[in-house]
């Protein structure tokens, strides 16, 4: 399977990839008490750091990072691949950023998702998320690989826990924004999968002046 399919594939068995939470599936919507606790929880241990950025600041609008209620978000996702220019991608070092096949957009589950090709070999997938670091947290695929420059940052796998896919996100008060890089089994390992996709978020960061 090519990687611009795999890493689509592995985002469909991602928790928060799909358009809105399933009322049978979906828990319960938080409470303004398990609100603030996450925010006291998931906020303070990403931004425990007085250098943590506040925001990327795009052509577009400025995109504050911070926790997010995922029932909360509507129609107001902030899309990567309509939202952030070409120009401000090529500062951070992508160039050519495509939105993925139309005949493959159905795997997104209705999120945007947008591709970087470098000599005709895939390198990076960016995407937005309606699963904030909370509802990922509660699935146990959250992974152990971070960003000493963007703090914010966490990683997380495939929902089925297996491969070597690797997601980087970080939250913003309009939904999580994702680099991904997938891999293969055998010759890829989630410290590679992992380092590519958290230097890629760390150049859009970067770009756009959010440190």
Same mark, same amino acid.
């Given at each position: 399977?090519?990687?611009?399919?795999? &890493?689509?594939?592995? $985002?469909?068995?991602? =928790? !928060? $990839?799909?358009?809105?939470? @399933?009322?049978?599936?979906?828990?319960?919507?938080?409470?303004?008490?398990?609100?603030? +606790?996450?925010? =006291?929880?998931?906020?303070?241990?990403?931004?425990? @750091?007085?250098?943590?950025?506040?925001? *990327?600041?795009? /052509?577009?609008?400025?995109?504050?990072? !911070?926790?997010?209620?995922?029932?909360?978000?509507?129609?107001?996702? *902030?899309?990567?691949?309509? #939202?952030?220019?070409?120009?401000?991608?090529?500062?951070?070092?992508?160039?050519?950023? #495509?939105?993925?096949?139309? #005949?493959?957009? !159905?795997?997104?589950?209705?999120?945007? =998702?947008?591709?970087? &090709? /470098?000599?005709?070999? *895939?390198?990076?997938?960016?995407?937005?998320?309606?699963?904030?670091?909370?509802?990922?947290?509660?699935?146990?695929?959250?992974?152990?690989?971070?960003?000493?420059?963007?703090? +914010?940052?966490?990683?997380?796998?495939?929902?089925?826990?297996?491969?070597?896919?690797?997601?980087?996100?970080?939250?913003?008060?309009?939904? !999580?924004?994702?680099?991904?890089?997938?891999?293969? /089994?055998?010759?890829? @390992?989630?410290?590679?999968?992992?380092?590519?996709?958290? =230097?890629?978020?760390?150049?859009?960061?970067?770009?756009?002046?959010?440190?």
């Amino acid at each position: 399977m090519k990687r611009h399919i795999a &890493w689509l594939v592995a $985002c469909g068995v991602l =928790a !928060g $990839c799909a358009s809105e939470p @399933s009322p049978i599936d979906a828990p319960p919507a938080p409470t303004a008490s398990q609100n603030t +606790t996450e925010s =006291a929880s998931h906020g303070t241990d990403a931004q425990e @750091s007085a250098e943590a950025p506040a925001a *990327f600041h795009f /052509e577009s609008g400025t995109l504050e990072i !911070g926790d997010f209620d995922p029932y909360a978000l509507g129609d107001d996702i *902030f899309d990567p691949c309509t #939202e952030i220019s070409p120009e401000e991608f090529a500062a951070a070092g992508f160039h050519d950023v #495509e939105p993925i096949p139309e #005949e493959y957009a !159905g795997l997104a589950r209705g999120l945007s =998702a947008c591709e970087v &090709w /470098e000599e005709g070999k *895939f390198q990076v997938g960016f995407m937005n998320n309606n699963a904030s670091h909370r509802s990922i947290e509660e699935t146990g695929n959250l992974l152990e690989h971070k960003s000493d420059r963007l703090p +914010t940052l966490y990683t997380h796998g495939p929902r089925n826990g297996t491969g070597v896919d690797c997601f980087a996100q970080v939250d913003t008060q309009r939904g !999580g924004i994702i680099a991904a890089v997938p891999g293969f /089994e055998g010759y890829d @390992s989630l410290e590679d999968t992992c380092a590519k996709a958290i =230097a890629a978020l760390e150049s859009l960061a970067e770009a756009s002046s959010a440190f």
